[in-house]
Nanobody, 120 residues
Framework: QVQLVESGGGLVQPGGSLRLSCAAS????????MKWYRRAPGEQRELVAS???????MYIDSVKGRFAISRDNAKNTVDLQMNSLKPEDTAVYYC??????????????WGQGTQVTVSS
């Protein structure tokens, strides 16, 4: 059994900051890529940022220079620091991780999501 639990969402004014965290636990041998997605109301889910085991990062254009993804391999966590937030960043944010279990079975796992609302 593998679980991903997100935290850190909330309501923030435009221009403000939030830090999302995601912790993976359970039957984990190793974690490869870790990603943050979001789904805005009425929109499809989109990939926001990703990070490899060795720390290589990728961001969608709309968040470059404002968001920063990081991970702690020892703690099996991934964070998303979000600065200069805009109303269009409002969405439910999900973390996802490519996890290899101790039985050497690999699959993608998802958290339950955390709401981020940017509004004055």
């Amino acid at each position: 059994q593998v679980q991903l639990v997100e935290s850190g969402g909330g309501l923030v004014q435009p221009g403000g900051s939030l830090r999302l965290s995601c912790a993976a636990s359970g039957n984990i041998f190793s974690i490869r890529d870790m990603k943050w997605y979001r789904r805005a109301p009425g929109e499809q889910r989109e990939l926001v940022a990703s990070i490899t085991y060795v720390g290589e990062t990728m961001y969608i254009d709309s968040v470059k220079g404002r968001f920063a993804i990081s991970r702690d391999n020892a703690k099996n966590t991934v964070d998303l620091q979000m600065n200069s937030l805009k109303p269009e960043d409002t969405a439910v944010y999900y973390c996802s991780a490519e996890i290899l279990t101790r039985e050497l079975l690999e699959d993608w796992y998802w958290g339950q999501g955390t709401q981020v609302t940017v509004s004055s």
